[in-house]
């Protein structure tokens, strides 16, 4: 593992990112910090499409038969090895991909997906991991023909937290950034959007603004998605 915690940017893949996968369907990812809303948008994002007449399947991070068991004992046991991670990670999305979201798009359906590759990989990457070695891993999952890139501070993200604090892994605990888990939220998640953003164009991430309300939020996202349709 240490060979693969270096930080540096050398063997990078080809901004071009992933390969497109070909199929008729359309494949719409939602990414984002934590409590950016990925998931009120997906949901929101699924009625809207199925209102007009759109067949949509949604997927989101860790919900594979064979994985996500392994990913929660990983959780509860508080194992932080953040390559051992990102290969749970890994592993999950690649049955999804063969079970659920190229099926999906075989079928012509619109697939939305609550989160993708690029959160693990921004955990992965905020904790060391070599981001030439990351692109690699990820090489098998197919490009999605639309990365919608929730746009929220940490500040807002902290403010939607309701009456539960963040866990352990949502504060990044394990990074020792702050032994105050809201401050450590605070830390962990700049570093994350700092990613998102410096991600943002060799990624082609459409950037929202979604610190307003979730049918402001909603009514930025719509019309976004409604014109990449229109458009194929
Ligand atoms: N625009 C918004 N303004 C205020 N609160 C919001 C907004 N969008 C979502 N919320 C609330 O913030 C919380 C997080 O939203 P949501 O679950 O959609 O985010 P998420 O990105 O999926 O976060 P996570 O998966 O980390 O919980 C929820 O309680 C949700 O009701
Ligand atoms: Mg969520």
Do not use: C
């Not at 990414?31 to 990925?38: M, S, V």
């Not at 959780?75 to 659920?100: F, G, N, S, W």
Request: neutral net charge.
């Amino acid at each position: 593992m240490t060979a693969l915690v270096t930080g540096r940017e050398e063997g990078r893949g080809s901004p071009a990112g992933l390969e497109r996968h070909g199929q008729p369907g359309l494949f719409v990812v939602l990414e984002g910090t934590d409590r950016a809303g990925r998931s009120t948008h997906v949901r929101r994002l699924e009625q809207h499409l199925r209102y007009r007449g759109r067949g949509v399947t949604r997927t989101s991070l860790a919900t594979s038969l064979l994985t996500a068991k392994a990913i929660r004992a990983a959780k509860r046991e508080r194992r932080t090895d953040p390559v051992e991670t990102v290969l749970l990670y890994a592993a999950d999305l690649a049955e999804r991909i063969e079970q659920v979201i190229l099926p999906s798009l075989r079928a012509g359906l619109v697939v939305l997906a609550d989160r993708y590759v690029y959160t693990p990989m921004a955990r992965a990457a905020t904790h060391g991991v070599d981001p030439g070695w990351l692109d690699r891993l990820f090489s098998f999952a197919p490009a999605p023909d639309l990365t919608l890139l929730l746009d929220v501070d940490a500040e807002t993200a902290l403010a939607r937290q309701g009456r539960h604090g963040p866990d352990r892994y949502e504060a990044g605990m394990d990074l020792g950034l702050s032994s105050d888990a809201l401050e450590s939220f605070r830390l962990f998640q700049d570093r994350l959007h700092t990613w998102f953003e410096a991600q943002a164009s060799h990624y082609n991430f459409t950037r929202i603004e979604a610190r307003g309300t979730p049918d402001a939020v909603a009514a930025l996202i719509e019309p976004v998605v409604d014109t990449f349709l229109a458009g194929r």
